[in-house]
């Protein structure tokens, strides 16, 4: 199993940005599709945006497409989420997770099939 620890969040200006971390550790990081996602309060978590394993394909739930960048440096064992424009009133906060399998971060009967979640790092954006 591999472990993620998110960090980078905290509140910001709307229209101002973000950069989000993901540090993994005690697995084979460049054998996991990654992924973001996010929660607000009295919400369901949704997918934010996934990456392939070696960076080459990304994908973005259309809310954020255009102002949203994921990105992984394997050597480092990180990935990243520079956030731009941001304009949410609602806190959110943002996990990461990572899946060895391919296509978890696509919602199935029984929600997100990845195999490791960190605990998330709140972004609240104010007015």
């Known amino acids: 199993q591999v472990q993620l620890v998110e960090s980078g969040g905290g509140l910001v200006q709307a229209g101002g940005s973000l950069r989000l971390s993901c540090a993994a550790s005690?697995?084979?990081?460049?054998?996991?599709?990654m992924a973001w996602f996010r929660q607000a309060p009295g919400k369901e978590r949704e997918f934010v945006a996934a990456i392939s394993l070696r960076g080459g394909s990304t994908y973005y739930t259309d809310d954020v497409k255009g102002r949203f960048t994921i990105s992984r440096d394997n050597a480092k064992n990180t990935m990243y989420l520079k956030m731009n424009s941001l304009k949410s009133k609602y806190p959110a906060v943002y996990y990461c997770?990572?899946?060895?399998?391919?296509?978890?971060?696509?919602?199935?009967?029984?929600?997100?099939?990845?195999?490791?979640w960190g605990e998330g790092t709140l972004v609240t954006v104010s007015s």
């Open positions: 005690g697995g084979t990081f460049c054998n996991y599709v």
């Open positions: 997770a990572a899946d060895s399998n391919g296509g978890g971060w696509v919602p199935g009967p029984y929600g997100y099939d990845m195999d490791s």
